[in-house]
């Protein structure tokens, strides 16, 4: 590729990575040729006019408009079309897609605890398959952290409270480096890991080898009974509370009349703050368990709801 001919330059390791470094090499241009004219001009009139030149300085020309209106739409025009590119490409890398291989990760200080839907858990590594979409749910347990893979040109926020998604697919195998771009504290700089792209058999045989108590929805289910949700959630219970089944992907009615698609935020926010999204024709009696599940048990619940979605996996 041409890129590898520039010195210095690693070229990216994802599928938009050269869309991310053809945008960096664009406004790299376009800054070096403003700054070019800028010190060009400068230069000339400077040397044109010193002190101990006797140039012409006494016919002064009329102020004319047909240069301001020029040149100030010639940077309009241009700046904006720099801001289209960069949203364009800002919009696609953010909009996770969802057919894609979900991972959850949990940002704390400091570290990177990564779950996979099996139930294999890493800390500071993140092994994935080469070729294949992989959609990252993030989210942290304390204070903003960032998420940052350079060989990947993706670096996305992770701010406690609500969950981030992003989108990645490797193109070459290889370790590549995962950092913390947000100062989070006393060992923000160590908070570092690797991302591990194997091919699909090597990544397949990986999964095989981890230690695992079932895939993450039945962790989630265990969760699930232990918490009490099952209590009312469940088959006999006095209380009345919707079923979960299905739940994942449809649209819900609220009882302030707007409707939410039960995304992961929503089942997220159910479990938290079930005053803020009552399911229209239920009594909010469901209490908050804000403080009594961490990030990664939230991740489980969530996955056991998804779960439920397609009826297929994890009966409790
Ligand atoms: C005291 C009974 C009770 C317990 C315990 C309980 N819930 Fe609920 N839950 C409800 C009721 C009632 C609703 C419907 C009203 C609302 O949205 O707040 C609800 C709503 C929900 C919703 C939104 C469902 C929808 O159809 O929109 C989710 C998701 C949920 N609960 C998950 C859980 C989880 C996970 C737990 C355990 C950590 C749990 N609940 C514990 C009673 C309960
Ligand atoms: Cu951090």
Redesign the pocket.
């Known amino acids: 590729m041409w890129r590898n001919w520039i010195p210095f330059w690693h070229s990216g390791a994802s599928s938009y990575g050269g869309d991310v470094d053809l945008l960096f090499i664009g406004l790299l241009t376009v800054s070096l040729l403003v700054t070019a004219l800028l010190f060009t001009l400068l230069l000339t009139f400077a040397i044109c006019y010193r002190a101990t030149r006797d140039a012409d300085r006494g016919h002064r020309i009329k102020k004319s408009w047909h240069w301001e209106v020029g040149w100030t739409t010639a940077t309009f025009v241009a700046f904006l079309g720099l801001f289209v590119w960069g949203a364009t490409l800002y919009l696609r890398i953010f909009e996770a897609p969802d057919h894609a291989l979900s991972i959850y990760v949990v940002a704390k200080q400091w570290m990177w605890k990564a779950q996979h839907p099996g139930g294999q858990r890493e800390i500071n590594e993140l092994h994935i398959p080469v070729d294949r979409t992989v959609r990252l749910t993030l989210a942290s347990q304390d204070v903003i952290h960032s998420f940052f893979v350079p060989a990947f040109r993706v670096k996305h926020d992770v701010v406690p409270g609500r969950y981030q998604s992003l989108w990645f697919k490797a193109e070459r195998t290889g370790v590549f480096q995962l950092l913390c771009a947000e100062f989070c504290g006393t060992d923000h700089s160590a908070m570092t890991g690797r991302i591990v792209v194997m091919k699909p058999d090597d990544y397949t045989r990986w999964l095989s080898q981890q230690d695992v108590d079932g895939t993450l929805a039945a962790q989630g289910s265990a969760l699930?009974r232990e918490?009490?949700?099952s209590?009312?959630?469940m088959g006999t219970?006095t209380?009345?509370?919707?079923h979960?089944d299905g739940?994942y992907g449809r649209p819900?009615p609220l009882a302030d009349g707007r409707v939410v698609v039960?995304d992961e935020r929503?089942?997220r926010d159910?479990?938290l703050q079930?005053?803020a999204?009552?399911?229209a024709g239920?009594?909010?009696?469901?209490?908050s368990?804000a403080g009594r599940?961490d990030e990664e048990g939230l991740i489980k619940?969530v996955a056991y709801?998804k779960s439920l979605a397609n009826g297929a996996e994890a009966k409790p």
Do not use: K, T
């Open positions: 699930f918490l009490g949700c209590g009312c959630h219970s209380v009345r509370a919707p979960l739940l819900v039960a929503y089942i159910s479990i079930p005053r999204e009552v399911a239920y009594d909010p009696v469901m209490p368990f599940v619940l709801i």
